[in-house]
């Protein structure tokens, strides 16, 4: 017996369809700003050589990058309110995991795009009698960014489906707003094929941006 696939009944569900991209796009784009400058910092400081303050700092990188995000969004709203004895809310949660997360990759991007200029550009700086900040700032970042962008715009189009993730502490993103729908209908695969259409929509135009962005530095 074939299933028989009907798309029309979602029609009545599009306010929920739409309030999940409304969080899904609030939620990736305010994480992504507060990965940034957390990862900015990080980043900075990171190049500091004391092991005083590298130690800590790696020690955090490490722990957001190697393990789950689901784990983490679950510790964060599960655990940590019992470790602080307050609760926390389900979107400050998860807001603070996702930044954190990101964070973590945007940090080493930062890093890593400062320590791949070359030494001689570091040396011509300090031989123009430029400070460390303006050196940095005239000479070494702006060269660096055009590393930078293109692992940074990966990163941000990743961060677009890590969002999905929040659903499972009953955030109102897109996959949560799928699964009132099926919870209301018994209709998943309809539901679900919907949902992976809208991300599709969503993504397909930032990875377009991003390679037609990375041809573009190639032939720079």
């Not at 990965?35 to 700092?57: C, D, E, F, Q, T």
């Not at 807001?95 to 070359?118: D, K, P, Q």
């Not at 460390?132 to 715009?153: D, K, S």
């Amino acid at each position: 017996m074939g299933y028989e696939w009907s798309f029309g009944f979602l029609w009545r569900y599009q306010r929920l369809f739409v309030t999940g991209i409304e969080v899904t796009l609030a939620f990736t784009l305010g994480t992504i700003f507060l990965g940034l400058v957390l990862g900015l910092v990080i980043g900075m400081a990171r190049l500091s050589k004391s092991w005083l303050v590298n130690a800590p700092l790696v020690a955090l990188i490490e722990i957001f990058r190697c393990t789950p995000l689901l784990v983490q969004i679950v510790w964060f709203y599960y655990a940590l309110p019992v470790l602080l004895g307050v609760q926390i809310p389900a979107i400050a949660a998860a807001t603070m995991v996702l930044s954190l997360y990101t964070g973590a990759f945007y940090a080493e991007i930062f890093r890593g795009g400062i320590v791949s200029i070359e030494r001689g550009q570091w040396d011509a700086a300090r031989a123009m009698g430029l400070r460390p900040w303006y050196m940095m700032r005239l000479v070494i970042l702006p060269q660096a960014i055009r590393r930078m962008v293109p692992p940074f715009m990966n990163q941000s189009i990743i961060q677009l489906k890590n969002t999905s993730l929040v659903s499972t502490i009953a955030v109102p993103d897109l996959l949560y707003q799928g699964q009132l729908i099926t919870a209301d209908t018994y209709r998943p695969l309809e539901v679900y094929t919907v949902v992976a259409v809208i991300y599709f929509v969503l993504l397909f135009p930032a990875t377009l941006m991003a390679q037609a962005y990375e041809k573009r530095l190639a032939k720079a």
